[in-house]
């Protein structure tokens, strides 16, 4: 239980293989920055760049320096690997369309 001089919160990582979720008790006023330090994932996977990393609060990006409130679930995001605009870019000019859903219910072509 946190009380009135610290916040409980959680650092999250995931990749393709595991994912790894840190929960952690901070002063208040503590940032986001201070909180990826203090989990150790930067030195537990070293392609976490913290200077020049992507993070967020719940699914909503932040910047290293926003002070934490009681709860908050910090997010490390990973840099992507094909950008979505390129890859609509290259259907496109190969006159691929997009399907939505996968194709489960597509009519065959005869």
């Known amino acids: ?3 009135p001089e610290t916040i409980r919160i959680e650092v999250a990582y995931a ?3 595991r ?3 840190i929960p952690l008790t ?3 006023g503590a940032t986001l920055q201070q909180a990826v330090e203090a989990s150790g994932l930067p ?3 070293p392609e ?3 200077a020049k990393g992507k993070f967020g609060i719940y699914s909503k990006l932040a910047r290293p320096d926003a002070v934490l409130r009681d709860r908050d679930r910090v ?3 990973r840099p992507l690997i ?6 609509r870019k290259q259907r496109a000019a190969e006159g691929k369309v997009m399907k939505k859903g996968g194709g489960a219910g597509e009519a065959a072509e005869e």
Not at 82 to 87: I, L, S
């Open 43 to 45: 030195a537990k996977y």
């Open 82 to 87: 094909a950008d979505p605009k390129e890859v």
């Open 19 to 21: 994912q790894d979720v």
């Open 15 to 17: 990749r393709a293989d």
């Open 26 to 28: 901070l002063p208040v």
């Open 48 to 50: 976490i760049d913290p």
């Open 75 to 77: 997010e490390i995001y």
């Open 1 to 3: 239980m946190s009380s």
